[in-house]
């Protein structure tokens, strides 16, 4: 059964399930991770531990959850990072139709774009990659190599527009840093150190936009501006501008914020995307 989007708002929890592939109940508390802490998460190199830390969940197969009751962040800022880790592998990528696919997510994530527009676009990756599939399958050599780009694409386009926003965070990872490293070493045999350690490289990368989109958990700290601050932070999120963080430091400084990880963030942050906690928390978007 193909899966169905569930009639909710974006930023807003999950009231029930949906659909799942397996009859395992939700679990009816959250699953401490005893090695998650502040340092854990400012050091950690891999996703996984911290978007299952987000998630609330231990060692489980995610797909077959269909409800997170005891998620650390909205479903804005999950789809958000399923949209940031198309967007860090995208010049390796090769496909117009998963490059709009991903802009109405995000457009869906701020609720600027309808459930209608998430289904007709999750529909139309879907039939386009079925369409693909004999070619796909038999495609050996030079032929297959010349579709990977577009392939990957779609394959992760897909997982960006999930249903349920937790998933796509989850999958999308996983096929972002898969995706990198075969396309970062063409030709390279799968099992090869050069995969391994793009791999790696694309894995801490996409730590680096966990920290950028939700912050640290175990150090929340408020930040504040008045209407001007509020404005060029506007400003930054619609145009992208994110190169300008360093000088929006210089802004938030001026209107007497004190918030030194905001700070730290924006002047040396490496990593920014939609979603930036501190950007959020300027503009009030939820968590």
Same mark, same amino acid.
């Given at each position: #059964? ?26 009816? %508390? ?5 090695? #998650? ?25 995610? &797909? ?7 998620? %650390?962040?909205?479903? &804005? @800022?999950?789809?958000?990072?399923? /949209? ?9 990528? @090769?496909?117009? *139709? +998963? ?15 309808? &459930?209608?527009?998430? @289904? ?13 599939? =004999? @070619?796909?399958? =038999? ?7 010349? *579709? ?5 694409? *779609? ?43 793009? &791999? ?48 929006? +430091? ?15 963030? /924006?002047?040396?942050? =490496? ?17």
């Amino acid at each position: #059964m193909r899966p169905v989007f569930p009639n909710r708002e974006p930023s807003q929890p999950i009231e029930g399930p949906i659909e799942s592939s397996s009859s395992e109940p939700v679990r009816d %508390r959250p699953i401490v991770n005893a090695t #998650m802490n502040y340092q854990a998460w400012q050091d950690s190199q891999s996703p996984k531990p911290m978007l299952s830390h987000l998630l609330g969940v231990g060692e489980v197969r995610i &797909r077959d959850i269909t409800a997170f009751p005891h998620c %650390r962040a909205s479903t &804005r @800022k999950f789809r958000l990072f399923a /949209c940031a880790c198309y967007r860090r592998v995208s010049p390796l990528l @090769k496909s117009e *139709l +998963a490059d709009q696919t991903v802009a109405i997510a995000e457009r869906f994530a701020d609720g600027r774009a309808t &459930r209608s527009e998430m @289904k007709a676009a999750f529909d139309l990756i879907t039939e386009s990659l079925l369409s693909q599939e =004999t @070619k796909w399958r =038999t495609a050996r050599g030079w032929e297959r190599a010349h *579709l990977i780009p577009a392939h990957a694409a *779609l394959q992760l386009a897909l997982q960006v527009v999930a249903p349920i926003a937790e998933h796509a965070a989850y999958y999308a990872s996983s096929n972002a840093y898969l995706a990198y490293a075969e396309l970062a070493n063409p030709g390279v045999a799968p099992h090869d150190v050069a995969v391994s350690r793009s &791999r790696r490289e694309e894995e801490a990368a996409q730590a680096e936009i966990l920290r950028c989109i939700f912050g640290n958990l175990f150090a929340e700290e408020g930040v504040n501006g008045g209407s001007a601050v509020t404005a060029i932070a506007q400003q930054i999120y619609d145009e992208e501008e994110f190169d300008n963080l360093p000088n929006f +430091a210089d802004a938030l400084e001026a209107a007497g914020c004190t918030a030194a990880a905001a700070m730290r963030h /924006c002047c040396h942050g =490496t990593i920014h995307f939609r979603g930036c906690w501190v950007l959020d928390q300027i503009l009030g978007q939820e968590a």
